[in-house]
């Protein structure tokens, strides 16, 4: 589950709640497991192709808001990488 949430970052959630659950798992846990594989599978061919002639910059972002929520004060942030342009 670790692999997929660095190479499937649309899956991060759904692999975070079950891993709650790796030590006591259920046949509900199970399911989602394999809901989830089932997804990975279905998008197997899909790729990103770089230009190896193109100049290749690499820039991040990242923006973070300690505590800002006022109801439950849990903290927010964000990290965006670009490649390129």
Do not use: E
Not at 16 to 41: A, E
Not at 43 to 53: H, K, M, Q
Request: proline share 2%; with cysteine.
């Amino acid at each position: 589950l670790i692999y997929l949430t660095i190479t499937h970052p649309n899956l991060r959630h759904a692999m975070g709640l079950v891993s709650h659950f790796m030590q006591n798992l259920r046949m509900s846990h199970l399911d989602c497991i394999k809901r989830i594989i089932k997804r990975v599978k279905s998008t197997a061919d899909f790729a990103i192709w770089y230009d190896t002639l193109a100049p290749t910059g690499l820039s991040g972002y990242t923006d973070a808001d300690s505590a800002g929520s006022r109801g439950d004060r849990r903290s927010n942030s964000i990290n965006m990488l670009f490649i390129g342009s």
